[in-house]
């Protein structure tokens, strides 16, 4: 009798040994699934999200982005590369869908809280590496396969744009081009005669298109790829911006154009590219002479899709007749009809003397 006594209760003990053996190896298994799986947003990748207001590719306000993720337009991706350590903030917007304000593409795009004139002192910088360009388009249209990673806007008068910063590749290249643009501050009421001047800083401009809507120029020698990284520094200082544009094993270009006292006043100023892109649709008109002085501006950072599926016949220069699904989201990211662009480091500094404004982003482009 005692010494079954004994065997049930060493077996008693010897079961609550093991249970809390696998008790004490599960817990941290927990623990560790419960990390694997914790939400990395943009907001720890970057923290400087109180400064922007956040639109998504559907059209919609995302407000301030801190804590914040959209499985189809803003999240974070870890690098595929050597840093697989490395979490980079992915912006994304198809061809086509629900756009915002007045514009005819897509965005998902921070734009900056705090409007400044040109007189004061501004500064963004990105490191970025565009993932995808639409995979249709007609070749002849100058904005198919491009997106804007960075911009300079304004929030006054006519709401145009001193600086965006493009990258585009053609179907069948490994390099695309990167260019950036100046659009004019159109003088008079009437906008409807405003132009960009684009200029290359590896590859090619906006100007080199294709000779008919499925043949493409010759891949740019000085090209980037996607998924190679690239940095780029925007300063304002005295009316004057400063560019700086970077990427391993490609020559360093900056650039200066002056905000507040224009080249382009007059006709006769209308430079050779401009008489060939943009004056045949009539888009033929002069700059004010202070250009953007004392006009509230404001920077913008992500991807703003320029391919989109409106017809060529509408504008040469901008309406792609790319392949949307009828807006169908899913399915255009199916067969790479979008714009991708990771963002790993940014940062921005603005002088005490900036007008502030209370959550202002542009209605139009």
């Known amino acids: 009798m005692m010494k079954n006594t004994i065997d049930t209760t060493l077996s008693l003990f010897l079961i609550f040994g093991f249970a809390l053996i696998l008790n004490s190896c599960s817990t941290p298994s927990k623990e560790k699934d419960t990390e694997i799986q914790k939400t990395v947003y943009a907001s720890d990748v970057i923290p400087f999200f109180d400064h922007w207001n956040l639109i998504l590719g559907d059209g919609a306000n995302a407000g301030i982005a801190n804590n914040f993720a959209h499985p189809d337009f803003f999240y974070t991706a870890q690098d595929t590369g050597a840093d697989s350590a490395q979490h980079w903030i992915v912006f994304k917007a198809p061809n086509a869908g629900d756009t915002h304000g007045t514009s005819n593409n897509t965005r998902t795009e921070l734009a900056q809280l705090k409007k400044w004139t040109p007189m004061t002192d501004a500064k963004m910088t990105a490191t970025v590496k565009v993932m995808n360009v639409s995979a249709t388009g007609d070749a002849r249209v100058a904005a198919s396969h491009a997106v804007v990673i960075g911009q300079i806007h304004s929030a006054d008068g006519h709401e145009n744009e001193p600086l965006k910063i493009f990258y585009k590749k053609f179907p069948g290249h490994s390099k695309g081009s990167v260019f950036w643009h100046y659009e004019i501050n159109t003088a008079g009421d ?6 960009d001047y684009s200029t290359a800083v590896w590859g090619y401009d906006f100007s080199t298109v294709g000779s008919d809507e499925n043949t493409y120029p010759e891949e740019p020698e000085d090209g980037i790829a996607l998924g190679e990284e690239l940095s780029y520094e925007i300063e304002v200082k005295d009316g004057m911006m400063n560019l700086k544009f970077t990427s391993a094993g490609h020559e360093t270009k900056t650039f200066t154009k002056n905000l507040i006292e224009s080249e382009y006043t007059t006709t006769a100023d209308i430079p050779e590219q401009t008489q060939k892109l943009f004056v045949p649709i009539g888009q033929d008109g002069v700059e004010r002479e202070n250009a953007y002085a004392e006009e509230g501006l404001f920077f913008k950072l992500g991807s703003y899709n320029q391919t989109n599926g409106k017809s060529p016949e509408v504008n040469r220069n901008w309406c792609s007749g790319a392949e949307t699904h009828g807006g169908d989201i899913q399915k ?13 480091e940014a940062t921005i500094e603005v ?10 982003f542009t209605k139009n482009d």
């Open 351 to 360: 002088s005490d003397a900036a007008v502030s404004n209370k959550g202002y």
């Open 332 to 344: 255009q990211y199916e067969d790479g009809n979008y714009a991708e662009v990771w963002l790993k």
């Open 190 to 195: 009437d906008n409807s005669g405003r132009w």
